[in-house]
């Protein structure tokens, strides 16, 4: 067997581009501002979503299930349609910078989750660095010295949820292949955000249809880039990296929409992330892999 040749440079680059993907993603969904409910463009960025899988429709149509496997998949759907419409909701009520910061805990909740769901032990060194992420939110949030907004509380939520789909998405994919459980995420999402959307309708204009057009493609390119990036380089490499998508989301957050420059929020997501890379190194030094990179549970 030949042995795959791993290449740091070309891991860093697709993870920039990762990252790029994700903050337009973000920036996009942030101009449509509140006239569309959150339900509703989480909806419509899914079935436009839907699109970029048909090509891989033919090969799933005949894949047979077992009931158990349909109740994974079903609740997986259900943490991620939860999740997503939390992070819709978010984005158009803070600062992009501190959605950036606040989603850096996705890999944290993860960490925790994974000690009381897939039997994980957490080291003291692992334990410190939890705390360490927990006072980076508190950083962020800083209750008490100021209000805090639904949004906040929605981005707490939507990282938990997104945290739950990730430890489900890591069980089947222990059973089925990596393609089916990312064709049936969009499919059992774009389901669930159904009812939601249809509730609450309001007709979207042809200039917001594109616009939720982009969201689909960015977030569909950013994942597919994020495969290339894990191809080319440990996760050691590329984890770090992520931290751009802060430096970019504070530099549009100012730019595009006039949102003041945080360095609470700067420091906190720093910190949040500086844990989420040494939990990753442990990991690799260990030999184990449980938590995710920071973009992994995007939606």
């Not at 939720?212 to 495969?227: D, E, K």
Request: proline share 5%; charged share 10%.
């Amino acid at each position: 067997m030949v042995e795959k040749v791993q290449t740091p440079a070309r891991g860093v680059f697709w993870m920039v581009v990762t990252g790029l993907c994700f903050v337009a993603v973000t920036a996009l969904v942030k101009s449509l501002g509140q006239r569309i409910p959150a339900q509703e463009s989480a909806f419509l960025r899914y079935v436009l979503g839907l699109v970029f899988l048909l090509p891989m429709a033919g090969q799933f149509m005949q894949v047979r299930l077992t009931p158990r496997l349909w109740r994974l998949f079903s609740l997986r759907a259900l943490f991620h349609t939860g999740g997503v419409v939390l992070w819709f909701y978010a984005m158009t009520r803070i600062p992009i910078a501190e959605v950036t910061a606040m989603n850096y805990l996705n890999p944290v909740y993860v960490t925790v989750l994974a000690v009381f769901f897939l039997g994980e032990r957490l080291a003291l060194r692992r334990v410190m660095a939890i705390v360490a992420a927990l006072l980076g939110a508190v950083m962020i949030l800083r209750p008490g010295f100021r209000e805090l907004d639904p949004g906040h509380f929605a981005m707490l939520a939507a990282a938990l949820f997104f945290a739950g789909s990730y430890l489900l998405a890591k069980i089947l994919s222990g059973e089925v292949s990596a393609a089916l459980v990312v064709v049936l995420l969009s499919v059992g999402v774009t389901i669930g955000l159904a009812p939601l959307a249809i509730a609450v309708w309001v007709w979207p204009t042809w200039w917001e249809l594109l616009i939720l057009l982009g969201v689909a493609l960015f977030a569909t390119s950013g994942h597919y880039t994020m495969t290339l990036a894990f191809a080319a380089a440990p996760v050691t490499v590329t984890q770090p990296v992520t931290f751009l998508q802060l430096v970019w989301a504070v530099v549009l957050g100012a730019v595009l929409f006039a949102e003041p420059v945080d360095p609470w929020v700067i420091a906190g997501g720093s910190l949040i992330l500086a844990a989420v890379v040494f939990i990753t190194w442990r990991e690799a030094v260990l030999k184990r892999r449980v938590t995710p990179l920071v973009s992994e549970t995007k939606n």
